[in-house]
């Protein structure tokens, strides 16, 4: 991209993703230095990071749905909405990038006159578009899969064609950062929130350990009531004098300074943690319930994130969950064991946590330390040599991703197995084998449609009978990733790629969608091979030649 | 007529039309932003 292109970026939803969206377009910014970026966001979400977004967007185009409503007339709400399109309109916008999978952010997108969109947005006949690969990835595995491999943040930058990794530079004067402790001990669902007993425990723990730290407690209006439950009790009461309550008390920007000036943050995956990256404050984050680390960790090298392993993990906003068993698998020593050293700026690795950590406590959690590299952040596992069968698909996935959507070739080890994970790897071979036969036969029926449309005589009943073949397809696919759910991300990536197949009549759909079915087919035998490779390591023959694992 | 009452109209007609496989105009989906913003903040 080059010269004065004009970009606009729609962000409707909340704050920690808007910390995401301004991350990745500070780098889209970086490369494109002359490029001329407008955010358009809901007031209530960009109103308190506006001294944050300023630093990279050159106008921010802000609305508030209560004021559209402020006359308590249709007539004149609609009126409003006019002049702010109007408004956006008059920028002339060369493209424009949805970045926020809201039914209200496709309509905007629809209305918001651009040369080209990324993103979903709507056509004339209500539906739903999304012509770019990488918003198709999002739409199909981000929204609802969880073997996404990548940072919400890098793929946003692929989204906007970022080439290169372009972070901030370390802090010169963190040496300098009193002996602050910032908690964030808040969330905002229950699943997602460590018990506020844990919490109790940790900053006793902490300030036994650590005699000179100083502990602020931060969080919105809605929090205050918490943080002063949590620090009133008998543990902490001589404790009082080095904790601080700022939760309900501070804007967002306090907080910024506050993080600003500390040498260790610990939270959860919250806007707060987002926050902690901008300030480049060394952060403990404890991913719970419906939390995915490898999505949305915080955007920084200086993050440890406390996974639970339990196999419900991470689990689905509706699902109900009474006993929260992710969150007993935190245990509170490794949670202070890991946030003393970062305190005192020991080293986080694999050594340390074996000397410092037993088997027990590292059974039930999985520790990971973030790093950049070429192809943006990346989750490195400390605590354990071997992946599960979801860690194995996620590196599959990276791999095949970053090839078939950025063109990039990535240099990765096959993840080393256990006999266990060998066996449920096995198993899946049967679903890929499936899933390729299936994607040959829409080869298949796609190029008889294609034949029978060049006849001079159409058969319009043979051209039916072929589309309700890959009708089959479809369904056959959808049961295939019901019994084998960790390919539920191939197979729902083409099913969304096939669904915006571009073409303005049956022939040219159909020939774009055969290319899509023979991708499909050659990506299905690439998750073969790998899965081959990693399993015949394992693999025992026995007397009869049969194979098994 | 109050507000929901002219916004429940106006949804009804527009269904019919995506229904019918018609095209929604400018206006109509100026309509389908502002129900579904008032949808996604209650």
């Keep these: 991209m080059n010269k004065e292109i004009k970009v606009a970026i729609i962000q409707l939803t909340r704050i920690g993703d808007l910390i995401q969206t301004l991350q990745a377009a500070r780098q889209f910014k970086a490369e494109n230095p002359e490029a001329k970026f407008t955010l358009i966001a809901r007031k209530q979400f960009a109103q308190g990071i506006l001294f944050l977004l300023e630093t990279v967007f050159d106008d921010i185009i802000l609305f508030d749905t209560k004021e559209f409503f402020k006359t308590k007339q249709l007539a004149e709400a609609t009126k409003e909405v006019n002049f702010l399109i109007d408004h956006i309109n008059q920028h002339k916008f060369d493209l424009a990038i949805n970045l926020s999978y809201s039914k209200s952010s496709t309509y905007l997108c629809s209305l918001i006159q651009a040369k080209c969109k990324f993103g979903p947005h709507r056509n004339t006949k209500n539906e739903i578009l999304i012509e770019d690969k990488w918003s198709q990835y999002v739409y199909s595995n981000v929204l609802n899969g969880t073997s996404v491999p990548f940072s919400l943040v890098d793929i946003y930058r692929y989204i906007m064609g970022v080439q290169e990794t372009l972070v901030l530079d370390p802090d010169p004067d963190f040496h300098k950062r009193d002996s602050n402790i910032v908690l964030h001990p808040f969330a905002s669902q229950r699943k997602k929130k460590w018990g506020l007993n844990r919490w109790n425990e940790l900053i006793y723990k902490l300030a036994q350990e650590n005699p000179d730290a100083q502990f602020y407690i931060v969080g919105g209006q809605e929090d205050a009531d918490e943080a002063a439950r949590l620090i009133h009790s008998p543990a902490l009461e001589k404790l009082q004098k080095r904790i601080h309550i700022r939760a309900g008390k501070d804007k967002i920007s306090d907080t910024y300074q506050l993080l600003s000036n500390a040498k260790l943050f610990i939270g959860h995956d919250s806007m707060v943690s987002h926050l902690a990256a901008e300030t480049l404050t060394p952060s403990l984050i404890i991913s719970l319930g419906t939390v995915k680390p490898f999505e949305t960790s915080s955007y920084s090298a200086h993050t440890i994130n406390i996974v639970p392993k339990n196999k419900c993990f991470p689990c689905k906003v509706e699902t109900s969950c009474e006993l929260l068993p992710c969150h007993g698998s935190i245990n509170y020593q490794v949670v202070s064991t890991i946030a003393s050293a970062m305190f005192k700026d020991v080293p986080i690795n694999t050594k340390f946590l074996k000397s410092h950590l037993t088997p027990m406590h590292l059974n039930t959690a999985k520790i990971f330390q973030s790093d950049y590299d070429a192809n943006g952040l990346t989750l490195n596992e400390l605590s354990s040599d071997y992946k599960n069968t979801q860690d194995v698909f996620k590196a599959y996935y990276k791999i095949i991703w970053l090839y078939y959507l950025r063109s990039t070739e990535t240099n990765a080890e096959l993840p080393e197995i256990t006999k266990d994970t060998a066996q449920e790897l096995y198993r899946y071979l049967g679903g890929v084998h499936y899933l390729f036969e299936l994607y040959n036969f829409g080869v298949k029926y796609s190029n008889k449609i294609i034949d029978c449309t060049d006849k001079k005589e159409t058969d319009l009943e043979e051209i039916q009978d072929y589309i309700n073949k890959l009708g089959e397809i479809d369904q056959l696919c959808h049961i295939t990733k019901k019994a084998y759910p960790l390919l539920q991300g191939l197979v729902d990536y083409f099913y969304v790629n096939k669904a915006n197949a571009l073409g303005n009549n049956l022939k040219e759909i159909t020939q774009n969608n055969l290319l899509n079915y023979y991708d499909a087919s050659n990506l299905a035998a690439v998750i073969n091979d790998f899965i081959e490779k990693s399993v015949n390591p394992h693999i025992a023959v026995n007397t009869d030649a049969n194979k098994e694992v | ?42």
């Excluded at chain 2, 929901?4 to 100026?30: A, C, F, P, R, W």
């Design chain 2, 1 to 42: 007529m109050s507000i929901q009452d002219e916004i429940h109209k106006t949804m009804i007609d527009i269904q019919k039309k995506t229904k019918n496989g018609e095209e929604l105009s400018y206006e109509e989906l100026v309509s389908l932003f502002l129900t579904s913003l008032i949808e996604e903040e209650g």
